[in-house]
């Protein structure tokens, strides 16, 4: 047997390996995301006080309409605070937000970053605050959502993730957007909860303890802010709770060039993750048994939806090619079966579709799965792009979306 062979036949199973435990780990919480329901506590024991965090960087396009939006709340006045971090943000966008019924926050860094705007907020605002909930200055909450998070905090947890769902289905790469975020809540938040698991945090529409919230920010100073206080939350001990009908509207991405910034922020913050903690996961999970901390670590590693699929797609049509090709020798240079790769195809694909609310079947979501080739090609040069993302602050620009109605 030539060296060749050996060296091809050991990265085919080590690349199966991987594709297997990623296939198989979405698989078994897209399943159980089915059997999600939602917790509903009707009377709480306290109208907890919320500081409404809401950074922002050079979002003068959308900023004033979510701030206004923030102060609508069917919660208590004298319960709530909306607090905008502007940073570089023009002086008629200033004035405007101090019209509002709400506090400005400054903020001027050379490197700007969202953990250095929200350390410098809580430093200056003080702790007079039961929970602090952070939004992102494109989102825009449903009236109730304070009401059903401080619902949740009465039930025990000092950490909750709302519904983050899609502002805009107004293009291909939209929808997708809005698809993935969907499948990422069904999969990582409801399968996780009903396994028992801490759902996992996005960065905005979130609820933490304020006190947990601020000594833990104090320790991050990092691009992928929300994973680093997830994963030293859950190290802790606490639980992550998600809120399905706690809806918080989030503009998607529309533009490919913005596609390709946020998930070279997103794969790099992950990859840096996994590398600096999965020594620690194993150590938690033998010494103290803290399969949570372990699962979030696990997950930092998995690949993003669409590269797992476009990737299991090709490598199955290439095998099945291969198989009915007359040439046996050449044969014996791939393994494992090809058999087996459309096993993997198929559950993923499995995993996929019951993943995706039902409002995503229709004409509209089949012309942007057109654009799925585009998309993959765009994840595999993030892959190539992810170096030093980490280190510096890439902005996502937001458009201004008053006429959007929301879906």
Known sequence: MSILK??????????FAYLFLATLYILIFAIAGIFYRQKQKLKVS????????IPGYKEDAVIINVARQATLQDYPDDKYEVIVIADSFKQETLDGLRKLPIRVVEVVFEVSKKSKALNKCMEIIGDDYDVAFVLDADNIMEPDVLKKINATFDRGFYAVQGHRTAKNLNANFAILDAMSEEINNHIFRKGHRVLGISSALIGSGMGLDYKLFKETMATVDSVGEDKEVELKIIKQGYRIDYVHDAVIYDEKTQKSGAFVNQRRRWIAAQ?????????????????????????????????PRILLSG???????IMGIINYLPFSRLKTFFVPDWKLWLALLTGTA???LISIPRKFYNRKTFKALLSLPHGFLLMLISLFKIKGATKKFLHTEHAHLDDLKHN
């Open 271 to 303: 990859i840096d993750y996994f590398k600096s903690h999965i020594l620690d996961g194993v150590k938690e999970l033998v010494a103290k048994g803290n399969f949570d901390y372990f699962d979030k670590v696990f997950q930092m590693i998995q690949p």
């Open 46 to 53: 306290k109208f907890r006080k919320f500081a409404v965090l």
């Open 350 to 352: 499995f995993a996929l």
């Open 311 to 317: 990737i299991l797609f090709i490598i199955t049509l």
């Open 6 to 15: 050996i060296i091809i036949w050991i990265v085919e199973y080590i690349l």
